[in-house]
């Protein structure tokens, strides 16, 4: 049976795209940018807007691993569909998964180097970070996670569901008991184990997304998305438990202040307790904000109709989202230039909002061209 795509994974995928292009557009437009490293203080936000803005991106980075590893699942599916071989689809995985790599260094980081260079507030540059170093060459970022991870269980799908849970579960697991102490956080560990782990850094080496700790959320999103082929109504009441059962956990573990941390809440208010560690992502981190993906995919599904008609973009952006994500990057760091000492968030929204404008377009036209290619197109790997 053909293969179809799933509407709700779509425009979910377009949702945390949107959500993403705040913090983006805060980073290049307003040049604020928070930064919750293990190690070193929490950053503390001066307002409410400060705090929600970034808190609100949170959801992003886990959405992309888990969407990633169910991605992989729906484009075996396919192309079983066509006729390709195990051995094909796996070089295919292996080799996306380099070229995102390759797009991290050689695409991605001139983006965030012209944020850089026109910061005249030197905000950007102020943030205390675990490690040390001067001039940064080489920048781990989000690419590099997705495209190791995406060569990793490349070589791994033809374990049974039940093993790659395990797997996905130890590397969560094992990132929280692994990750060193606050009292190491000047450490200059090697670029070798802050790719692979421990974020921060070394030398001109400066890793945010290590492999190890986002490894584990694409594997669920493997085990999600064959489930999905096997049954999309269990599927998605599994996503409603899923959601609920993770705020609670996320409840607990964050109450207990102990292990799953990384940082303990830094005061008795909402916000302290709502400041989370991200790099690495702490459990506390893991279970809230996948358990909001788990609810807010449960919802998508129900409500996919009606989205469908009226949040288009949202789709568009959802099936277009490496090419969004580059795009999007170079489009608010150019505009950021006329703002060398930022802005407020007011203007802030108004920039983000007119640049989804002006990328929708572009994303319509990229996805109308991308239909047009043969299953084997080069542009597939994109």
């Known amino acids: 049976m053909k293969s179809e795509r799933f509407v709700s994974l779509d425009l979910f995928r377009g949702l945390i795209m949107v959500i993403m292009a705040i913090d983006h557009a805060s980073y290049f437009v307003a040049k604020v940018h928070y930064f ?62 380099l070229i995102l790599v390759l797009l991290q260094f050689f695409l991605e980081n001139p983006a965030w180097l012209i944020g850089l260079l026109s910061d005249k507030s030197q905000a950007l540059t102020s943030v205390t970070i675990p490690g040390g170093g001067e001039e940064i060459r080489f920048f781990f970022g989000v690419l590099y996670a997705l495209g190791m991870s995406m060569v990793v269980w490349s070589l791994l799908l033809r374990f049974k569901s039940s093993i790659i849970l395990a797997l996905s579960f130890t590397s969560i697991l094992l990132t929280q008991i692994l990750i060193p102490s606050a009292g190491k956080a000047e450490k200059l ?37 064959r489930a999905l082929i096997k049954n999309r109504q269990n599927a998605h009441q599994w996503m409603l438990i899923a959601g609920m059962s993770s705020v609670i956990l996320f409840l607990i573990v964050r109450a207990l202040e102990s292990f799953g941390n990384i940082h303990s809440p830094q005061g008795t208010s909402l916000v302290a307790f709502l400041n989370l560690t991200k790099y690495p992502p702490s459990l506390a981190f893991i279970l809230l904000f996948m358990g909001l993906n788990c609810l807010l995919l449960y919802f998508l599904k129900k409500w996919e109709t009606a989205l469908k008609k009226w949040a288009k973009p949202l789709l568009i952006f959802g099936q277009t989202a490496l090419f969004f994500y580059i795009v999007h990057l170079y489009l608010y760091a150019f505009i950021g230039i006329a ?38 197109s080069i542009w597939r790997f994109f």
């Open 189 to 225: 560990y090697s670029p070798i184990l802050r790719a692979l782990l421990i974020p921060g850094q070394t030398g001109i080496t400066q890793v945010l997304y290590p492999l190890i700790p986002w490894l584990g959320i694409a594997g669920l999103g493997i085990v999600f998305g």
């Open 339 to 376: 703002f060398p000492q930022g802005t407020g968030y007011g203007l802030l929204y108004l920039i983000w909002l007119g640049g989804l404008v002006a990328l929708y377009p572009l994303c319509f036209l990229y996805r109308r061209c991308k239909r047009k290619t043969s299953p084997d």
């Open 36 to 97: 919750e490293f293990w190690g070193v203080a929490l950053p503390r936000s001066p307002d409410t807007i400060s705090f929600v803005t970034r808190f609100v991106t949170h959801i992003c980075a886990t959405g992309f691993f888990f969407l990633m590893g169910a991605g992989m699942i729906f484009f075996l599916n396919s192309r079983r569909d066509v006729g390709w071989t195990e051995a094909k689809i796996t070089r295919f995985f292996l080799t996306r998964g």
